[in-house]
């Protein structure tokens, strides 16, 4: 399973940005895709969760601010960040998992930066 995420960048307080992750491999048609962040020095913290019916999982932080979605027959996951604000700073990671409560699978992380 491979795990590719795009749409990172540099954008200023107030603004929006969309990521995407696409999935390759076997992955199965239950599964549970997601977001999780890490800003510099701080632990990993889980951002949002969709599973193959579209039942989502949010962090408090980005509650109403942020909207995952998901296209089944594209095994491709979106994040639209709004509102976006600087402490939403981080590497963003797309993840993967099924039965497990923690991802079997993490993809390389896309930087966001939002400068105030």
């Known amino acids: 399973v491979q795990l590719q995420a795009s749409g990172g960048g540099l954008v200023q307080a107030g603004g929006s940005l969309r990521l995407s992750c696409a999935a390759s491999g076997t992955i199965g048609s239950i599964n549970v895709m997601g977001w999780y962040r890490q800003a510099p020095g701080k632990q990993r913290d889980l951002v949002a969760e969709?599973?193959?019916?579209?039942?989502?999982n949010y962090g408090d932080s980005v509650e109403g601010r942020f909207t995952i979605s998901r296209d089944n027959a594209k095994n491709t996951v979106y994040l639209q960040m709004n509102s976006l604000k600087p402490e939403d700073t981080a590497v963003y990671y797309c993840t993967l998992r099924w039965i497990s409560d923690v991802p079997d699978y993490w993809g390389q992380g896309t930087q966001v930066t939002v400068s105030s």
């Open positions: 969709i599973n193959s019916v579209s039942n989502t």
